[in-house]
Nanobody, 124 residues
Framework: QVQLVESGGGLVQAGGSLRLSCAAS????????MGWFRQAPGKEREFVAG????????NYADSAKGRFTISRDNAKNTVYLQMNNLKPEDTAVYYC?????????????????WGQGTQVTVSS
C-alpha cells in the first residue's frame, strides 16, 4: 500500500522558515516526479513546486519562486520543501504527491498518490 506522510508544518511568524518533509513508503518512487501542493481554506488546491525523478529539474509556482526550494533524496524515498521568508498568504495545508511519470507537472490531476497534508500557519 502506497503511503505518503508529510511532516514539518507548524506555526511561524512572517519572515520565518520551515522545512517540510514527505516520506514515501509502499513502493520505490525514484522513477517518478514529486510535487508539493497547498490548499488554503475556501480555495482550490494549487501547485507549489515540483521535482523530476532525478532531481535534475524543478519548477515552481510564481508565488514560490525565490523563496521555496524543493529537493529529494531517492535513497530515503523522501522529498523536501524548504520555505523561507514565509508570508501570511502562505498559510495552508501542504500536500505532497507522486506524479504519474518522471516529469513534474503543475496540474494536480496528473498526480496519482497524495499524502494527508501538514498545516502551515504564518502569523503577521
Amino acid at each position: 500500500q502506497v503511503q505518503l506522510v508529510e511532516s514539518g508544518g507548524g506555526l511561524v511568524q512572517a519572515g520565518g522558515s520551515l522545512r517540510l518533509s514527505c516520506a514515501a513508503s509502499g513502493r520505490t518512487f525514484s522513477s517518478y516526479a514529486m510535487g508539493w501542493f497547498r490548499q488554503a481554506p475556501g480555495k482550490e488546491r494549487e501547485f507549489v513546486a515540483g521535482i523530476s525523478w532525478s532531481g535534475g529539474s524543478t519548477n515552481y509556482a510564481d508565488s514560490a519562486k525565490g523563496r521555496f526550494t524543493i529537493s529529494r533524496d531517492n535513497a530515503k524515498n523522501t522529498v523536501y520543501l524548504q520555505m523561507n521568508n514565509l508570508k501570511p498568504e502562505d498559510t495552508a495545508v501542504y500536500y505532497c504527491a507522486v506524479s504519474r511519470d518522471g516529469y513534474s507537472y503543475s496540474i494536480k490531476g496528473l498526480y496519482n498518490y497524495w499524502g494527508q497534508g501538514t498545516q502551515v500557519t504564518v502569523s503577521s
